[in-house]
């Protein structure tokens, strides 16, 4: 049974709910339906679950209008998608955009929800129908078989004078029968003509010992053999390596692999001593400048090299005189081509496969019906949608603003907590440090916690950073429990009027349980105001793995009734990638969490924030 049917714009007026069902929702599904869904860029979805809830909607781009039903998650309800389609169209017959009320559709709702329960109730009597049928089939043809076969293990040569069994004959292994024949030398013309091959030619070829399927030409055998015994003998005529000899009377062609630098009597070294520049302003305070010039004059010959072949096909007048009059309506089968291009142009940008294919069908959703524009074609309408669409997802809906959340904490008096988190090797510690150079610029006390109790040399990695940047480091060594660890190093810092705690914790792999049950308890006790995901650029579907699988995590071994998931993103390593830059795209989509910040370098001075701009630019080269 339905709950609840209602028709709004995309602007978010409600212009229609059915009132004899007009039940009331439990929590507010229609809302987060928008908000993680439609909005997400996730509307190519079949469905949407919400508690005990499904959702299902259906668009009309033209008039911007959609169309949600939701019914009880329990019940299997066959007839949804057919009166969605038949509301769709009944509606879209007598909307107006200037009227505000359609209570006159009531009627018609009711005539439309009879007729698609009757077609529902008769799909589901004729599955019921159809799955004994098949399984009977199924019976009827596995005993076929099974009578087959005996009838072939019996009397193999049976097969030759009864025409009369030439269904079994083919079921029951033909391809071997004309094989045997061959290799005997008779010729079977029934056969010939059914495979439309000359077996007699066959046969010949094979008697001079011609390669078949599987098999070795005889000449090409005995070449073989003769060619593998000069081989070996060449082989043995090299010299062999010889051994290393690592005592005093060492042969002097080893003095090539000292490669050490040449020091001079007075203890002097012609090796020039690299000095440390000044750091400098860090990158995420400086503006980026973005020239978008140059990458539109490469979509433009990418996308008339695009249309060359489009053009042959069609002729010119007929591509002039579409451009110019525009398509009535977008339909699938038009919009299939340009996709599948820009599927392909995302892949080769590092985006996964799954979050490439999800974006397509939502393009798909939002252009489909939609009256193309005169002077327009399609390849550039649909750039144009993913374009937004990427815009949408990338930009960030709420504050990423640091230090506003650094100053509010300290005006209660606590610091502000941040723990860094991750996989093995992206980078944590050193990222760690970036941000605690920033967050000095800025005139911020800072303190650093070592968190990491598990791999050996992270405290001394983080003592290093933190006696370099002159900035405090709590540490307890290695084999303690790094949520208490944390824990002690907050209650310092608060002593200390420290404003700003930075935890680096160990890197886990996304599949490692009791380290993942280890990050959510040092999560759930201390309430950081900040879970960092540093990720790298460098990875392609395995970020989509890493991200959805660290907040599935999280979620399930959370403790407390108020789950805390990531809340950002670190991309490390962002400049060893060139145009790779799908990672972004792909972890902030399936997240829902902003890049926070970019790691683009080894200095403490290389972090930036996300340009989107540019990443869509780019993702769209």
Same mark, same amino acid.
């Given at each position: 049974?339905?709950?609840?049917?209602?028709?709004?714009?995309?602007?978010?007026?409600?212009?229609?709910?059915?009132?004899?069902?007009?039940?009331?929702?439990?929590?507010?599904?229609?809302?987060?339906?928008?908000?993680?869904?439609?909005?997400?860029?996730?509307?190519?979805?079949?469905?949407?679950?919400?508690?005990?809830?499904?959702?299902?909607?259906?668009?009309?781009?033209?008039?911007?209008?959609?169309?949600?039903?939701?019914?009880?998650?329990?019940?299997?309800?066959?007839?949804?998608?057919?009166?969605?389609?038949?509301?769709?169209?009944?509606?879209?017959?007598?909307?107006?955009?200037?009227?505000?009320?359609?209570?006159?559709?009531?009627?018609?709702?009711?005539?439309?929800?009879?007729?698609?329960?009757?077609?529902?109730?008769?799909?589901?009597?004729?599955?019921?129908?159809?799955?004994?049928?098949?399984?009977?089939?199924?019976?009827?043809?596995?005993?076929?078989?099974?009578?087959?076969?005996?009838?072939?293990?019996?009397?193999?040569?049976?097969?030759?004078?009864?025409?009369?069994?030439?269904?079994?004959?083919?079921?029951?292994?033909?391809?071997?029968?004309?094989?045997?024949?061959?290799?005997?030398?008779?010729?079977?013309?029934?056969?010939?003509?059914?495979?439309?091959?000359?077996?007699?030619?066959?046969?010949?070829?094979?008697?001079?010992?011609?390669?078949?399927?599987?098999?070795?030409?005889?000449?090409?055998?005995?070449?073989?053999?003769?060619?593998?015994?000069?081989?070996?003998? #060449?082989?043995?005529? =090299? /010299?062999? +390596?010889?051994?290393?000899?690592?005592?005093?009377? !060492?042969?002097?062609?080893? @003095? %090539? *692999?000292?490669?050490?630098?040449?020091?001079?009597?007075?203890?002097?070294?012609?090796?020039?001593?690299?000095?440390?520049?000044?750091?400098?302003?860090?990158?995420?305070?400086?503006?980026?400048?973005?020239?978008?010039?140059?990458?539109?004059?490469?979509?433009?010959?990418?996308?008339?090299?695009?249309?060359?072949?489009?053009?042959?096909?069609?002729?010119?007048?007929?591509?002039?005189?579409?451009?110019?009059?525009?398509?009535?309506?977008?339909?699938?089968?038009?919009? #299939?081509?340009?996709? =599948? /291009?820009? +599927?392909?142009?995302?892949?080769?940008?590092?985006? !996964?496969?799954?979050?490439? @294919? %999800? *974006?397509?069908?939502?393009?798909?959703?939002?252009?489909?019906?939609?009256?193309?524009?005169?002077?327009?074609?399609?390849?550039?309408?649909?750039?144009?949608?993913?374009?937004?669409?990427?815009?949408?997802?990338?930009?960030?809906?709420?504050?990423?603003?640091?230090?506003?959340?650094?100053?509010?904490?300290?005006?209660?008096?606590?610091?502000?907590?941040?723990?860094?988190?991750?996989?093995?090797?992206?980078?944590?510690?050193?990222?760690?440090?970036?941000?605690?150079?920033?967050?000095?610029?800025?005139?911020?006390?800072?303190?650093?916690?070592?968190?990491?109790?598990?791999?050996?040399?992270?405290?001394?990695?983080?003592?290093?950073?933190?006696?370099?940047?002159?900035?405090?480091?709590?540490?307890?060594?290695?084999?303690?429990?790094?949520?208490?660890?944390?824990?002690?190093?907050?209650?310092?810092?608060?002593?200390?009027?420290?404003?700003?705690?930075?935890?680096?914790?160990?890197?886990?792999?996304?599949?490692?349980?009791?380290?993942?049950?280890?990050?959510?308890?040092?999560?759930?006790?201390?309430?950081?105001?900040?879970?960092?995901?540093?990720?790298?650029?460098?990875?392609?579907?395995?970020?989509?793995?890493?991200?959805?699988?660290?907040?599935?995590?999280?979620?399930?071994?959370?403790?407390?009734?108020?789950?805390?998931?990531?809340?950002?993103?670190?991309?490390?390593?962002?400049?060893?990638?060139?145009?790779?830059?799908?990672?972004?795209?792909?972890?902030?989509?399936?997240?829902?969490?902003?890049?926070?910040?970019?790691?683009?370098?080894?200095?403490?001075?290389?972090?930036?924030?996300?340009?989107?701009?540019?990443?869509?630019?780019?993702?769209?080269?």
């Amino acid at each position: 049974m339905l709950e609840q049917l209602l028709i709004f714009t995309r602007g978010g007026l409600i212009l229609w709910t059915c009132k004899e069902i007009s039940n009331a929702l439990k929590g507010s599904p229609i809302d987060t339906l928008i908000r993680s869904c439609l909005l997400e860029e996730r509307s190519g979805e079949v469905s949407f679950n919400y508690g005990a809830y499904t959702l299902k909607w259906t668009f009309h781009n033209d008039l911007g209008l959609v169309f949600v039903a939701v019914y009880q998650r329990i019940l299997q309800l066959l007839y949804v998608d057919d009166l969605l389609s038949l509301v769709k169209q009944s509606f879209s017959e007598i909307y107006d955009p200037k009227r505000m009320s359609y209570d006159d559709f009531d009627e018609t709702f009711r005539q439309l929800r009879m007729e698609a329960e009757a077609r529902g109730e008769e799909l589901r009597k004729t599955k019921q129908v159809v799955k004994p049928l098949s399984s009977s089939v199924k019976k009827q043809v596995q005993v076929s078989i099974e009578g087959g076969n005996k009838k072939s293990s019996d009397g193999g040569g049976s097969k030759k004078d009864d025409e009369g069994k030439k269904v079994s004959s083919l079921t029951n292994g033909n391809h071997h029968k004309m094989e045997d024949d061959v290799a005997n030398g008779k010729e079977n013309t029934d056969d010939s003509n059914n495979v439309g091959l000359d077996v007699s030619k066959l046969a010949k070829l094979r008697s001079k010992g011609v390669r078949g399927r599987g098999g070795l030409r005889k000449a090409d055998s005995v070449g073989s053999n003769k060619s593998s015994k000069v081989n070996a003998a #060449e082989l043995s005529k =090299k /010299a062999t +390596k010889k051994n290393r000899v690592w005592d005093d009377a !060492a042969p002097k062609q080893q @003095e %090539k *692999l000292d490669f050490t630098d040449s020091v001079d009597e007075n203890g002097g070294s012609d090796h020039v001593e690299v000095v440390a520049a000044d750091q400098g302003e860090s990158m995420m305070d400086k503006e980026e400048v973005f020239s978008s010039d140059s990458e539109s004059d490469d979509d433009d010959e990418a996308r008339s090299d695009e249309e060359k072949p489009e053009a042959k096909k069609k002729g010119w007048f007929s591509s002039v005189f579409q451009s110019i009059t525009g398509k009535a309506n977008l339909e699938r089968v038009d919009l #299939e081509p340009a996709l =599948k /291009a820009l +599927k392909e142009r995302l892949m080769t940008k590092n985006v !996964a496969e799954e979050i490439a @294919e %999800k *974006l397509c069908e939502s393009v798909e959703a939002s252009l489909e019906g939609k009256k193309l524009a005169s002077f327009t074609r399609i390849s550039s309408t649909v750039q144009g949608a993913m374009e937004e669409a990427l815009i949408r997802i990338l930009t960030p809906r709420r504050s990423i603003d640091i230090m506003r959340d650094v100053h509010a904490a300290k005006e209660q008096r606590r610091p502000y907590v941040v723990v860094f988190v991750g996989v093995n090797g992206v980078g944590k510690s050193t990222n760690l440090a970036k941000v605690a150079y920033w967050l000095q610029q800025h005139k911020v006390s800072v303190m650093m916690a070592a968190c990491d109790t598990f791999r050996s040399g992270a405290v001394e990695q983080l003592r290093t950073h933190a006696r370099r940047l002159q900035i405090p480091i709590f540490e307890k060594g290695y084999e303690k429990d790094p949520a208490v660890v944390a824990k002690e190093a907050i209650q310092e810092a608060t002593r200390n009027g420290s404003d700003v705690v930075l935890v680096d914790t160990a890197g886990r792999m996304q599949d490692n349980e009791p380290l993942m049950r280890a990050l959510s308890k040092l999560i759930n006790l201390n309430k950081p105001d900040l879970v960092l995901f540093v990720g790298e650029a460098l990875v392609g579907n395995d970020a989509v793995d890493q991200l959805s699988k660290f907040n599935q995590k999280l979620s399930d071994l959370s403790t407390s009734g108020n789950t805390r998931l990531i809340d950002g993103i670190l991309l490390t390593k962002f400049d060893t990638i060139d145009d790779k830059v799908g990672a972004a795209l792909s972890m902030v989509y399936i997240s829902g969490a902003p890049v926070m910040f970019v790691g683009c370098g080894q200095s403490y001075t290389d972090l930036k924030k996300l340009n989107v701009k540019a990443i869509v630019k780019t993702l769209l080269k």
